[in-house]
């Protein structure tokens, strides 16, 4: 059974930092590209950062570049957000997701069930 289960989130002041984390089980994690979205009240769910599956190639939402780090342990299957100096803009619901791209067939795709972050003084 694939399961990704986010944690870490909660309420941090502006300026303030917080880790995600993303447990993987039930699929072979070391071969799936990770990514972290969210989605605020109201609007689409967007990219935030992406890891690749070799070579731990990493690209950024342009709105977190420079403020949040993505990072996975495939030994612990596991993908972390850092998340440095929060802007009250940051706050949505942070989900994981797991892609492996197949030659001839459509991606597997994989989404944990989110977890709150918000950013309020």
């Known amino acids: 059974q694939v399961q990704l289960v986010e944690s870490g989130g909660g309420l941090v002041q502006p300026g303030g930092s917080l880790r995600l984390s993303c447990a993987a089980s039930?699929?072979?994690?070391?071969?799936?590209?990770m990514s972290w979205y969210r989605q605020a009240p109201g609007k689409e769910r967007e990219l935030v950062a992406k890891?690749?599956?070799?070579?731990?190639?990493?690209n950024y939402a342009d709105s977190v570049k420079g403020r949040f780090t993505i990072s996975r342990d495939n030994a612990k299957n596991t993908v972390y957000l850092q998340m440095n100096s929060l802007k009250l803009e940051d706050t949505a619901v942070y989900y994981c997701?797991?892609?492996?791209?197949?030659?001839?067939?459509?991606?597997?795709?994989?989404w944990g069930q989110g977890t709150q972050v918000t950013v309020s003084s």
């Open positions: 997701n797991a892609v492996f791209n197949r030659d001839y067939a459509p991606p597997v795709d994989y």
């Open positions: 890891i690749t599956s070799v070579g731990g190639s990493t």
């Open positions: 039930g699929f072979t994690f070391s071969r799936y590209a």
